[in-house]
């Protein structure tokens, strides 16, 4: 957080960000349906326990907008700007 309390707009190397999860999510499921690629539901499985595993705010219904890259929550804002 910035002195006024805002988080940085600048995103580091090391970031983990909610909505490149949920993209990834989507591009896993999209391409087992057009495709049946067992390897794409595989990847969305793995990729959709570590975005609810990690991101999920257990004490409010939503989630946390970036981890650090061993998961944990960086910040405590919500989804994005």
Not at 27 to 49: D, P, Q, R, V
Not at 53 to 80: A, C, I, M
């Amino acid at each position: 957080m910035d002195r006024k309390g805002y988080p940085p707009q600048q995103l580091e190397w090391d970031q983990k960000l909610w909505w490149v999860h949920t993209e990834a999510l989507v591009c896993m499921i999209k391409g087992y349906h057009l495709t049946g690629s067992t390897e794409c539901l595989e990847w969305f499985k793995k990729i959709h326990n570590y975005t609810w595993e990690h991101f999920k705010d257990t004490e409010h219904p939503e989630w946390f907008s970036y981890l650090n890259r061993r998961g944990e929550v960086l910040l405590q804002s919500k989804g994005g700007k």
